[in-house]
């Protein structure tokens, strides 16, 4: 990928948390969400599932982009999707209340990955990818416990039906690996691939 040291930097996702860790790392961005469907998942590797995810997402995102900007800006839009794996299952955003306690139900007492797939589609028409992986512990979880966090509201829009940055944090024992993946951005594979497409951060690293 060979761009403008400075192309407008887009956030191909309207989740929140993807949001605030782009502002916490002081990145200039602006967020335009992707209305790219999510395909099914096979049952192949969760780790391809969340990069041919987050693929989608940010060429759907790219298009929109040079319609709404012209094909001559220089822009990088950030693609990206979360999934938990557990047991061959992927699960991703719960359906319904009922689901999303299936899932923590599914989830409690053992350990779990939560893979975040990056894909970076360039103006000028290629594309950077890779996937981070955690491993999260999940201690064992009431029937008491669920009913709470599921009136919480929490658990609605979360791969997993869980949020460490919230409420779901109390029922995380440990994690092996990044925890902003968990978030749902990793930052050091983001800044990596950043470096990869030639982008020059205006503050640190």
């Known amino acids: 990928m060979s761009i403008h040291p400075h192309p407008l930097l887009i956030l191909g996702s309207g989740s929140p948390r993807r949001a605030a860790l782009l502002q916490q790392i002081g990145l200039p961005f602006v967020q335009w969400n992707s209305a790219a469907a999510e395909p099914d998942h096979g049952g192949g590797s969760p780790a391809r599932h969340a990069i041919e995810t987050a693929r989608l997402k940010a060429g759907a995102v790219l ?6 900007y ?3 800006r220089p822009a990088i839009v950030i693609g990206a999707d979360t999934v938990v794996h557990l047991d061959g299952q992927v699960l991703g955003k719960p359906a319904d209340a009922a689901d999303a306690a299936r899932m923590l139900r599914l989830l409690s007492g053992r350990t779990h990955q939560v893979y975040t797939g990056i894909s970076l589609a360039g103006s000028d028409g290629r594309q950077l990818e890779d996937c981070a992986e955690t491993q999260v512990r999940m201690r064992p979880l009431t029937e008491a416990q669920i009913d709470r966090y599921l009136a919480s509201g929490e ?7 869980y949020g460490i940055q919230g409420g779901g944090a109390l029922f995380i024992e440990r994690i092996e690996g990044c925890y902003y993946n968990v978030v749902g951005l990793p930052l050091a594979l983001l800044s990596t ?3 990869k497409a030639g982008y020059r951060f205006p503050t640190f690293p």
Do not use: E, F, M, S
Not at 63 to 68: F, L
Not at 155 to 161: F, L, Y
């Open 155 to 161: 658990p609605a829009d979360k791969a997993g039906a």
């Open 193 to 195: 691939l950043l470096d």
């Open 70 to 72: 012209g094909p001559a």
């Open 63 to 68: 298009q929109a982009v040079r319609t709404h």
